[in-house]
């Protein structure tokens, strides 16, 4: 049997974290079809296959499951042992991959990646914007950010960026129309601009004073899974929409929108940072989590 070299295993990882021969090639730089014929050359020179090809799935067989258990360790093992060099560096380098998703991308991590870069010139960041709850250890990303609920036991969490509040709000010639209300419970039979989760649910909006808690079930003409569309749905007019405070914020200042029922909606802890427990952080992770504390 040839020897096989490390590349070569680099390629059959990538292809395993993934799962798509597309993924793995955006990652490793290359096209698909290159990847997938460098894959081919492998699998000649082992003399076995690992992989099962469908058009639309990448599937490992049974000796690729105990090729990728046996060399899948090595090789966390080797990224650490590189990770840890950058103690005998002045300045951290290397890559850091995150997943967030879009609401946080706009209010926390647009400014906060900005000035980090600035600071880290040697790190390269990519960040992956998606709403939909991903598997960060299997899409190989060093941490993701979500709200603390949605975050898997088992993970390690920072708090980052600032509490959130939420706020109603419709434009004026809405209420104009419709009247104000002055109890969450005055919403049912108004006019509402629900927000529907990718999973399918939709929410409930949330209200809490003085220790009493109020969800309300909203209704409307409107049902949308994008709080961007729900906010210029407000400015058009079409309901009340609940949105993060900091969204409607300049739309509040100018006056294009109306705030109601401020003193009912609750504010909460924020985005939190998330990433699996390992032997040794990556020195890229690191210097992130130590600059957001610190922003």
Request: net charge neutral.
């Amino acid at each position: 049997m040839a020897r096989i070299d490390p590349a070569d295993l680099g390629v059959f990882l990538a292809i395993a974290r993934h799962g798509s021969f597309r993924r793995a090639a955006a990652e490793l730089g290359v096209t698909p079809s290159a990847l997938s014929h460098s894959m081919r050359l492998v699998e000649e020179r082992l003399g076995v296959r690992l992989l099962n090809r469908t058009t639309r799935s990448v599937a490992l067989t049974e000796a690729g499951e105990r090729l990728l258990g046996r060399v899948g360790p090595a090789f966390r093992d080797i990224d650490d042992a590189i990770d840890e060099l950058n103690s005998f560096r002045d300045r951290p380098f290397g890559t850091l991959r995150l997943n967030a998703p879009r609401l946080c991308a706009r209010l926390v991590l647009r400014s906060l990646l900005a000035r980090f870069i600035a600071a880290y010139p040697d790190i390269r960041v990519e960040l992956v914007v998606s709403d939909a709850l991903v598997d960060i250890v299997a899409e190989g990303f060093d941490a993701g950010i979500r709200f603390g609920e949605a975050i898997a036991a088992d993970m390690i969490t920072v708090p980052i960026g600032p509490r959130h509040a939420f706020a109603v709000v419709g434009s004026p010639a809405f209420f104009a129309r419709h009247g104000v209300p002055h109890d969450p419970r005055e919403l049912r039979g108004k006019p509402c601009i629900r927000f529907r989760f990718l999973g399918g649910a939709l929410y409930a909006w949330e209200f809490e004073r003085g220790g009493e808690e109020i969800a309300v079930e909203v209704d409307g003409p409107l049902t949308l899974s994008e709080q961007d569309l729900m906010l210029e749905a407000a400015l058009d007019g079409v309901g009340m929409a609940y949105l993060f405070e900091a969204q409607a914020r300049p739309h509040l200042a100018s006056g294009a929108l109306v705030r109601v029922l401020e003193e009912w909606c609750p504010h909460y802890p924020g985005f939190y940072l998330y990433y699996p427990s390992r032997r040794q952080m990556p020195a890229s992770l690191r210097a992130f989590i130590d600059f957001s504390r610190g922003a």
